[in-house]
């Protein structure tokens, strides 16, 4: 029997997968809490996001990320009312290395994560505050901190507001091995609403 994708053994309790480079082509599945768990983007509602200003202002920012960042494709993602899921898969980048400026990347649109494009060393989880100081241009992280500066500031912006800390410092990041793998996460985001109830973020569960 399959075991079925478990976020919070798989995702919450290992250590951070050490020396592991960030700006490699893969795909890995990212969670990012608001500050306190604040139910700040909308609601469930039989089963279903209802999204707020701030919750549309926030799916907006992670819909533009390929806009701002060549190397990264966005697969499947869901907002929730203090956290979003989502899988951002890192392809190669011609100016990465400094070779192909001015040429166009070339197409991913049927990129596919398989045993041989992923890294397919032990999976660890790493927070923000566990990785060295510095962020690689393209890494992950880079795309991470952008989004969450970027959906922060304009959020701030609408509602004058300057200085409220969104999103909590920290997120969780995964890297995908194979497309078994990667169905069983795409499977867990598209039910994330349907599971509120008992979901380790939502504020009723926590003590």
């Known amino acids: 029997m399959k075991q079925k994708f478990d976020p919070q053994r798989h995702h919450r309790r290992s250590i951070r997968l050490k020396g592991y480079d960030y700006t490699q082509q893969g795909a890995y599945f990212v969670t990012l809490v608001t500050q306190g768990r604040e139910c700040l983007f909308g609601e469930i509602v039989n089963g279903e996001m209802r999204l707020n200003e701030f919750g549309a202002l926030v799916a907006e920012g992670w819909n533009g990320l390929t806009q701002h960042f060549r190397n990264a494709d966005l697969d499947e993602f869901v907002m929730m009312p203090n956290h979003l899921h989502g899988i951002v898969v890192l392809k190669w980048d011609a100016y990465a290395d400094g070779r192909g400026r001015g040429e166009a990347l070339t197409d991913t649109s049927a990129y596919r994560v398989t045993s041989a494009n992923v890294n397919a060393s032990p999976l660890r989880v790493s927070t923000a505050s566990e990785r060295p100081h510095g962020t690689k241009p393209r890494s992950l992280n880079a795309i991470v901190q952008n989004f ?3 959906t922060s500031r304009k959020i701030n912006q609408r509602h004058n507001t300057q ?18 793998e990667l169905n069983r996460i795409r499977e867990y985001i598209m039910s994330n609403p349907a599971a509120w109830e008992s979901d380790n973020e939502n504020p009723r ?3």
């Not at 200085?163 to 078994?180: A, K, L, P, S």
């Open 148 to 150: 969450k500066s970027v």
């Open 163 to 180: 200085g409220t800390i969104i999103w909590q410092r920290d997120y969780f990041e995964r890297v995908i091995r194979n497309e078994n």
């Open 205 to 207: 569960n926590t003590t």
